[in-house]
T-cell receptor
């Protein structure tokens, strides 16, 4: 089945540093990937839609300059949390849809990245 | 706008009990509906889906029927196991918005 690989699975960084999270579709191509953020015991909030070869579309309230998204190829999207602060600590999850399947095909999710900013 | 409402958890059941997790949705069109499951410390796995009214999705003993008249997609399982303990998310997808919208999630705890 379709596999989405997310790396790293967890990261601890110091306040003020930047962290890059990778999301790869291993056996399919994805023109669009989605980045979610999940707070403890809460649902997933869509942060942005990542489009291959173009700018990401951010949801209202998400800082574009803080959460940089790059989708340089059909199998890779990256999320960079710039100048991280403790309030950025969260569980970040990416997802992707196979570009070759129909509109009703499900999204495939990575296993998430636990970010802790100290 | 489009939204999904799930029953609040946690839901605590004994092994082999019957499970129902309620999910209702609000949508301006005809969404596709999904149930995802999240085990501790992991991402989401698709459990089942339904793309049109009266469709029944099923997988691993779980079932859900797309009810347009009641705008519902309740998750059911006849006999739960300890290994079913997880958080379950109901979600809808609208082609018009190209977004997957999640409910708040329901934590299920099954005791032996």
């Amino acid at each position: 089945g379709a596999v989405v690989s997310q790396h790293p699975s967890w990261v601890i960084c110091k306040s003020g540093t930047s962290v890059k999270i990778e999301c790869r579709s291993l056996d399919f191509q994805a023109t669009t990937m989605f980045w979610y953020r999940q707070f403890p015991k809460q649902s997933l909030m869509l942060m942005a839609t990542s489009n291959e070869g173009s700018k990401a579309t951010y949801e209202q309230g998400v800082e574009k300059d803080k959460f940089l998204i790059n989708h340089a190829s059909l199998t890779l999207s990256t999320l960079t949390v710039t100048s991280a602060h403790p309030e950025d600590s969260s569980f970040y999850i990416c997802s992707a849809r196979d570009s070759k399947t129909g509109a009703n095909s499900p999204l495939h999710f990575g296993n998430g990245t636990r970010l802790t900013v100290t | 706008g489009n939204s999904v409402t799930q029953m609040e958890g946690p839901v605590t059941l004994s092994e082999e009990a019957f499970l129902t997790i309620n999910c209702t949705y609000t949508a301006t069109g005809y969404p596709s509906l999904f149930w995802y499951v999240q085990y501790p410390g992991e991402g989401l796995q698709l459990l089942l889906k339904a793309t049109k009214a009266d469709d029944k999705g099923s997988n691993k003993g779980f079932e859900a029927t797309y009810r347009k008249e009641t705008t519902s997609f309740h998750l059911e399982k006849g006999s739960v196991q300890v290994s079913d303990s997880a958080v379950y998310f109901c979600a809808l997808w609208m082609d018009s918005s190209y977004k997957l919208i999640f409910g708040s999630g329901t934590r299920l705890l099954v005791r032996p």
